[in-house]
């Protein structure tokens, strides 16, 4: 039978965490160096740690000894880009969610669909949960400054970590058995992209406060929210329905501007909770949704999303039709969209490599 701790966790007979209070998850995972997944304290069993991005995606397109550039101008290889996981977790996420995603992946869009159709939507969901949450998690050890001369500050010094709460309940799921409700699910989609000359086939962004990501491979986008029950999605279908192509890169990123922009719009936010049966030893996650209303646009905040998300995008770039500086301060003050021109039409050819780079 399961039993309950005094800080609100759930264990079975073995002491297995079924589910982790918000305090033990703070405090064990967040704060602590514990698996990320089953909460094992470090020497207790053996550790081989965890790649933020998995393995095969690194060695599909050859990652591990490239950088990735982080808030802050912060650069760190991605194969030592790693958070504390038990040896045994490893396996258990290579085996059930590793392997299946690595599968669809290497069909493209087209297999990748069918993969989501065919009811797996939330094992794709769940892979990319993963990614966002051992993003932010390592985020407790990344340095805001370059030179510590300025400062020891660490980029997740100001985070209130109970806000992760939810996607790790979610993607524990592979693990134990919980049952996820489609409402506890956030706002899930893909679409095709495009690719201009020079630039790489594998792309990953996010916006943390907003809990929206991007994750390009291939010929596909995904995008995720995690935290919006579907409102983003929701409130974001009139524009989807007017996209009648591919992607570009900077069109991949509005759309994730977009999303987190009606996510952060959202009047009410969802609650989620997770139930335990103690007897039946089950368990589910589950959503209460309130009415889908926005507060007031705030295209100023919208605009601080699209910068954000082309923060490595606008240094290299020139604009047809507009002057730099202008088209610069379109973005920041969230006029600017590179998907639909002046008559809502989806603008096709958004990016071309032709002109040259500007001075600064």
């Known amino acids: 039978m399961w039993t309950k701790t005094p800080d609100g966790s759930i264990q079975d007979a073995s002491g297995k965490v079924i589910f982790f209070s918000a305090q033990r998850f703070v405090d064990d995972i967040c704060l602590g160096h514990c698996c990320f997944i089953c909460g094992a304290k470090p020497g207790s069993k053996p550790f081989n740690n965890e790649h933020i991005l998995p393995a095969w995606l690194l060695r599909r397109f050859n990652l591990f000894d490239r950088t990735i550039t982080l808030p802050y101008g912060h650069k760190v290889r991605y194969g030592t880009y790693t958070v ?16 299946p ?3 669809a992946m290497a069909g493209g869009l087209s297999a990748i669909n ?4 065919g009811g797996d939507l939330l094992k794709l969901y769940v892979w990319m949960g993963l990614i966002y949450l051992k993003t932010h998690l390592k985020d407790r050890a990344m340095r805001i400054h370059l030179d510590k001369r300025e400062g020891e500050e660490k980029i997740g010094d100001d985070y209130n970590w109970a806000d992760l709460h939810h996607i790790h309940s979610v993607v524990r799921s592979f693990c134990n058995g919980c049952f996820v409700e489609k409402e506890a699910l956030g706002s899930f989609l893909t679409i095709s992209v495009t690719h201009q000359a020079g630039r790489d086939r594998f792309d990953f962004s996010d916006l943390y406060l907003a809990q929206t990501m991007v994750l390009c491979v291939d010929d596909c986008a995904l995008f995720a929210v995690f935290n ?9 279908y009139p524009q989807l329905t007017r996209i009648s192509g591919p992607l570009s890169h900077i069109q991949m990123r509005e759309v994730m501007a977009e999303l987190a922009f009606l996510n952060l719009s959202l ?7 997770t139930e335990c049966d103690m007897e039946a030893e089950t368990s589910r996650i589950f959503a209460v949704r309130p009415e889908l209303d926005l507060v007031p646009v705030d295209l100023r905040m919208r605009g601080r999303l699209l910068r ?5 995008v606008p240094e290299g770039m020139q604009f047809a039709g507009v002057a730099r500086e202008e088209a610069l301060a379109a973005i920041d003050a969230g006029t600017m969209t590179f998907l639909f021109d002046d008559n809502g039409e989806f603008i096709k050819e958004s990016m071309t490599s032709e002109l040259p780079v500007p001075e600064s």
């Open 114 to 117: 069918a993969f989501v159709e």
């Open 101 to 103: 995603i690595s599968a």
């Open 84 to 99: 504390p996981c038990c040896q045994d977790c490893n396996s258990l996420m290579g085996t059930q969610i590793e392997t």
């Open 267 to 273: 009047k009410e936010r969802p609650t989620f909770h």
């Open 308 to 312: 954000h998300a082309l923060y490595n």
């Open 228 to 236: 919006d029950s579907g409102g983003a999605l929701s409130r974001f």
